[in-house]
Antibody, heavy 121, light 110 residues
Framework: EVQLVESGGGLVKPGGSLRLSCAAS????????MSWVRQAPGKGLEWVGH??????????DYAAPVKGRFTISRDESKNIVYLQMNSLKIEDTAVYYC????????????WGQGTLVTVSS | QSVLTQPPSASGTPGQRVTISCSGS????????VYWYQQLPGTAPKLLIY???QRPSGVPDRFSGSKSGTSASLAISGLRSEDEADYYC???????????FGTGTKVTVL
């Protein structure tokens, strides 16, 4: 059974940093692309970025609002994907979901429960 | 800001058919697969449709997806009270090099 468990959310001041983790199980982690999606309170879904599989070289893509501030990485030894968030802004306040398709062309097939990040002074 | 446009709301009575549209462009829907998600209040999204019209295992065949040109649609037939939720479309955008989501549609069962 595929499981994704996020952690690391919390309250942070504007300009601060936070690192989210997503522990994955139930599939062959190195072969799978992993994404982060966020949802601001009362708003819609917004893709944050993804990291390709180790077998595909592991490059990343990011949404324009977070490019240069957020970094996605993965630890194959622990089956964890990270979202390092720097220079946080109030508008980054959201529930952050880890998601993967496992299979090709199966974007968003599996989701974690989400972790809340609140950026406030 | 969302690149894919959906109607903000849709409604129907139990048993009716409801259709939700998703309008994009040649760089997203026009050239890539469309996905649809259902989000119940306070929960993570759930994949309903992938590769334009495929249903994951366990998704009832009351849900169906289609795509034509730069638009896509999700149909819910035999509407049930448990279908009351927010629905989102998504697609990869070649120009933005990003996944883009629709604005979301709230479905109400009257």
């Amino acid at each position: 059974e595929v499981q994704l468990v996020e952690s690391g959310g919390g309250l942070v001041k504007p300009g601060g940093s936070l690192r989210l983790s997503c522990a994955a199980s139930g599939f062959t982690f190195p072969n799978v692309w992993m994404s982060w999606v966020r949802q601001a309170p009362g708003k819609g879904l917004e893709w944050v970025g993804h990291i390709k599989s180790k077998t595909d070289g592991g490059p990343t893509d990011y949404a324009a609002p977070v490019k240069g501030r957020f970094t996605i990485s993965r630890d194959e030894s622990k089956n964890i994907v990270y979202l390092q968030m720097n220079s946080l802004k109030i508008e980054d306040t959201a529930v952050y979901y880890c998601t993967t398709g496992v299979l090709t062309d199966y974007f968003g097939g599996y989701w974690g429960q989400g972790t809340l990040v609140t950026v406030s002074s | 800001q969302s690149v894919l446009t959906q109607p903000p709301s849709a409604s129907g009575t139990p048993g009716q058919r409801v259709t939700i549209s998703c309008s994009g462009s040649s760089s997203n829907i026009g050239s890539n697969y469309v996905y649809w998600y259902q989000q119940l209040p306070g929960t993570a999204p759930k994949l309903l449709i992938y590769r334009n019209n495929q249903r994951p295992s366990g998704v009832p065949d009351r849900f169906s997806g289609s795509k034509s040109g730069t638009s896509a649609s999700l149909a819910i037939s035999g509407l049930r009270s448990e279908d009351e939720a927010d629905y989102y479309c998504a697609a990869w955008d070649d120009s933005l090099r990003a996944y883009v989501f629709g604005t979301g549609t709230k479905v109400t069962v009257l």
